[in-house]
């Protein structure tokens, strides 16, 4: 009995310790970037009251903040600061969710899932970025990429 007892015990532990690394995880994207979302606690609060969304954007391989990326969500942008931070407050509206996307050259840019903001005092969006390191194509002039476009479009 003593010894089912010691492995349920185990299986315990290793279930806890496993549920509480996932919390902690960044979440993955469409390519090499990642991305982290921690919500507040909820609060109940009125409509008039607003929601903090906060972050920073970093560098995946180096850990380095990046200055100047811009966020997006909807039509709205907002630049990080040297430090490679961000924040801004929106209202608090029932069923309001959004996502967000950080760019900045020569990075990959990093969109999030749709994100629920409905009765959070703060959320924190953390972006990992990774470098885009695919060739840039230079479309322009060169003897070999005029000819193969007029062949292109020659093609029936």
Request: proline share 2%; hydrophobic share 40%; with cysteine.
């Amino acid at each position: 009995m003593k010894k089912y007892n010691f492995i349920l015990f185990i299986t315990g532990l290793f279930i806890l310790i496993g549920c509480s690394s996932v919390v902690g995880r960044l979440l993955p994207t469409n390519n090499k970037g990642r991305y982290s979302v921690t919500l507040g606690e909820s609060e109940i609060k009125t409509e008039d009251e607003t929601v903090t969304v906060r972050g920073h954007v970093f560098d995946i391989k180096t850990g380095k903040a990046l200055s100047d990326a811009t966020l997006l969500t909807g039509c709205f942008k907002f630049q990080t600061t040297a430090n490679g931070e961000y924040s801004f407050r929106t209202r608090n509206l029932k069923g309001d969710a959004f996502f967000m996307m950080a760019v900045v050259y020569p990075y990959r840019a990093v969109e999030t899932d749709y994100v629920d903001i409905y009765n959070r005092k703060e959320i924190i969006i953390d972006f990992y970025l990774a470098l885009d390191e695919r060739p840039f194509l230079e479309c322009v002039g060169g003897g070999t990429l005029e000819r193969m476009q007029k062949e292109l479009n020659n093609l029936k």
